[in-house]
């Protein structure tokens, strides 16, 4: 029971946040994203036993650099151009003037952790001044939606596993039912507003969620292949950023394109 209390304090707490950063200023949204950047970032380092001092210092400069440079260029704070030149070049003149870090690792980690947390927070924030605050959070409400359907349906009707390798806990009933139950939702929402069309709500639903859990599936890959629980500490009762936000960061690039090509 206590247990449970406070998964359900942390988890209010973080779902206040994160809406607070989301609808009051374009810079509370790009601070969420920043910190989402530097500390996956450090949780990925563990994850693939790339923690020492020297390994750690350029994980965050690369990861933070590129959203930094990137983010703040869209939002013409500062030129763009100069950093995407030099960029492809960082890891492999890291890795030539190194004497402890081999290539394989710091490509691997720096790509990594750029793909999964540097460009999805990027476009996190691009999202939010392209189109509007409300389309952002919606996708963070639609994941919420499909985690709470999945696992009610999953306790209810789930037979058949879904990746028992990767997620054991994770049922084909559940995750059926997650994506119709959230489907049914937005669609239902959709009527009651005029900024969501109808195909767009759809569309966004199927994507959120079917990247969402792929997402979901590829962080327990890592932690299952690290041999760790969770990614962190440092949300009690949740874990780690990764695991609070990996379905949101597999789900914002795919629903960003989405968006562009229909609105």
Known sequence: MRELLIRTASGAVLVAV???CILVSPW???ALALFIVAVGTFEMCRLMHADRPGQLIFGELMAVGAFAFVSLGMLNVMPLGAFLL????IPFLFALFST???FKTVATFSFGSIALLSVPCTLMVWMRALHSPKMLLLVFVL???NDT????????LGKH???ERISPGKTIEGSVGGLILTLVGVVVFSRFVSWLPLKVAIGMGLIAVLFGTLGDLCESMLKRQAGVKDSGNLIPGHGGILDRFDSV???VPFVFVFLLMVL
């Open 149 to 156: 359907f999945a696992y009610l349906t999953g306790r209810l």
């Open 86 to 89: 030099l960029f492809p070049a």
């Open 249 to 251: 960061l597999f789900a």
């Open 18 to 20: 994160i809406v607070a």
């Open 100 to 102: 402890t870090t081999d």
């Open 143 to 145: 994941l919420w939606a």
């Open 28 to 30: 509370t949204c790009w």
């Open 161 to 163: 596993k879904l990746f």
